[in-house]
C-alpha cells in the first residue's frame, strides 16, 4: 500500500510540471512494468524535466538581462535618464544660462575670426561681390550638415550603441558621408545659382567645389568634437554643438576665400 501511495504522488508531481505527458502513457507504462522499475522510470523522468525546468528559467533570466536598457554615454542607464530629466525640470532657467554663458563667450571669441577673415579678403570681396552673396548660405549649410552629424552621434552614445572606442569608424564614415552628401547637392546648386540665378561661372564653380569641402569639415567636426567632450569628461549636449559651429563657420568661409583664389587665376581673373 505504502509503495502504491509513492507511486500516485510521484505521478501527481509529474503530471503538474509537465502536463503535456499523456495520461495513456503514465497508464501503459503501469500495466507493463513492475511497482519497482515504474517508481525508477518516474523518478528519472522528474528528474530530468527538472533540469529542462532549470534551463528554460535560466535562458527566461538572460532574455530579461539583454532586455534591460543600454547605458549612455556616461555610463548610465534608464534611470538614471530619468533621473536627469527631473534634475532638469527641478533648476532653474538661470542656472542653465550660468552653465552655458561661459562656453558661449568662448565661441563667440572664435566666431569673431570671421570677421577677421572677410576682413582680410576684402580686396577679394570688392572685386567679386558674387561670393559675399553665397557667404550666409555656405555657413548655413555647414551648421545643418554638423549639426545633423552632433545629433546622430549623441543619440547613439546616449543609447549606448557606440563609445569612445569607435571613435575613428564613426569619424571615417560620417566624413565621407558628409564629402558625398556635398558632391551631390554642389553639382546641382552651381548650376543653379549660374543658370537660375545669373550669378557668373567662374562663382557658381566656387561654390560648387566649396560646398563638398564644407560638408566633409563639418561632418567630420561634427563627430569628432561629442567624443572628445566625453574622452574629456565634459558635457557633449551644452558644448558640441556650438563649438561645431564655431569651427565650421571659421574654416568653411577660410576655404571658400581660398578656394575662390584659385579659381579665379585658372578663369583667368585678376584680383
Given at each position: 500500500?505504502?509503495?502504491?501511495?509513492?507511486?500516485?504522488?510521484?505521478l501527481?508531481?509529474?503530471?503538474?510540471?509537465?502536463?503535456?505527458?499523456?495520461?495513456?502513457?503514465?497508464?501503459?507504462?503501469?500495466?507493463?512494468?513492475?511497482?519497482?522499475?515504474?517508481?525508477?522510470?518516474?523518478?528519472?523522468?522528474?528528474?530530468?524535466?527538472?533540469?529542462?525546468?532549470?534551463?528554460?528559467?535560466?535562458?527566461l533570466?538572460?532574455?530579461?538581462?539583454?532586455?534591460?536598457?543600454?547605458?549612455?554615454?556616461?555610463?548610465?542607464?534608464?534611470?538614471?535618464?530619468?533621473?536627469?530629466?527631473?534634475?532638469?525640470?527641478?533648476?532653474?532657467?538661470?542656472?542653465?544660462a550660468?552653465?552655458?554663458?561661459?562656453?558661449?563667450?568662448?565661441?563667440?571669441?572664435s566666431?569673431?575670426?570671421?570677421?577677421?577673415?572677410?576682413?582680410?579678403?576684402?580686396?577679394?570681396?570688392?572685386?567679386?561681390?558674387?561670393?559675399?552673396?553665397?557667404?550666409p548660405?555656405?555657413?548655413?549649410?555647414g551648421?545643418?550638415?554638423?549639426?545633423?552629424?552632433?545629433?546622430?552621434?549623441?543619440?547613439?552614445?546616449?543609447?549606448?550603441?557606440?563609445?569612445?572606442?569607435?571613435?575613428?569608424?564613426?569619424?571615417?564614415?560620417?566624413?565621407?558621408?558628409?564629402?558625398?552628401?556635398g558632391?551631390?547637392?554642389?553639382?546641382?546648386?552651381?548650376p543653379?545659382?549660374?543658370?537660375?540665378?545669373?550669378?557668373?561661372?567662374?562663382?557658381?564653380?566656387?561654390?560648387?567645389?566649396?560646398?563638398?569641402?564644407?560638408?566633409?569639415?563639418?561632418?567630420?567636426?561634427?563627430?569628432?568634437?561629442?567624443?572628445?567632450?566625453?574622452?574629456?569628461?565634459?558635457?557633449?549636449?551644452?558644448?558640441?554643438?556650438?563649438?561645431?559651429?564655431?569651427?565650421?563657420?571659421?574654416?568653411?568661409?577660410?576655404?571658400?576665400?581660398?578656394?575662390?583664389?584659385?579659381?579665379?587665376?585658372?578663369?583667368?581673373?585678376?584680383?
Amino acid at each position: 500500500m505504502l509503495r502504491f501511495v509513492k507511486i500516485l504522488s510521484a505521478l501527481a508531481f509529474l503530471v503538474s510540471h509537465h502536463p503535456s505527458l499523456a495520461l495513456k502513457n503514465i497508464e501503459s507504462i503501469i500495466m507493463t512494468k513492475n511497482d519497482a522499475s515504474v517508481l525508477r522510470e518516474l523518478k528519472e523522468t522528474i528528474n530530468r524535466q527538472k533540469q529542462e525546468i532549470n534551463i528554460l528559467k535560466s535562458q527566461l533570466k538572460g532574455n530579461k538581462r539583454t532586455s534591460t536598457p543600454s547605458h549612455g554615454a556616461h555610463g548610465g542607464g534608464g534611470d538614471e535618464s530619468m533621473e536627469d530629466i527631473a534634475t532638469y525640470l527641478k533648476k532653474p532657467f538661470y542656472a542653465i544660462a550660468f552653465k552655458r554663458v561661459g562656453w558661449l563667450s568662448i565661441f563667440l571669441v572664435s566666431l569673431s575670426f570671421t570677421a577677421v577673415i572677410m576682413n582680410g579678403f576684402e580686396h577679394t570681396l570688392e572685386r567679386q561681390i558674387e561670393l559675399a552673396y553665397f557667404v550666409p548660405l555656405l555657413a548655413g549649410h555647414g551648421g545643418n550638415t554638423g549639426g545633423q552629424t552632433v545629433g546622430t552621434v549623441l543619440s547613439a552614445l546616449s543609447a549606448g550603441s557606440i563609445s569612445v572606442r569607435n571613435a575613428p569608424v564613426v569619424i571615417t564614415k560620417e566624413a565621407l558621408s558628409g564629402l558625398m552628401a556635398g558632391t551631390i547637392l554642389g553639382m546641382w546648386v552651381g548650376p543653379v545659382a549660374h543658370f537660375g540665378m545669373g550669378i557668373s561661372k567662374h562663382v557658381s564653380t566656387v561654390i560648387a567645389l566649396t560646398i563638398p569641402l564644407v560638408s566633409a569639415i563639418a561632418a567630420t567636426l561634427g563627430s569628432i568634437i561629442p567624443f572628445a567632450c566625453v574622452a574629456l569628461g565634459l558635457d557633449p549636449s551644452v558644448i558640441a554643438a556650438p563649438a561645431m559651429t564655431s569651427f565650421v563657420d571659421v574654416s568653411g568661409l577660410m576655404s571658400y576665400f581660398l578656394i575662390a583664389n584659385q579659381v579665379f587665376k585658372l578663369f583667368g581673373i585678376e584680383l
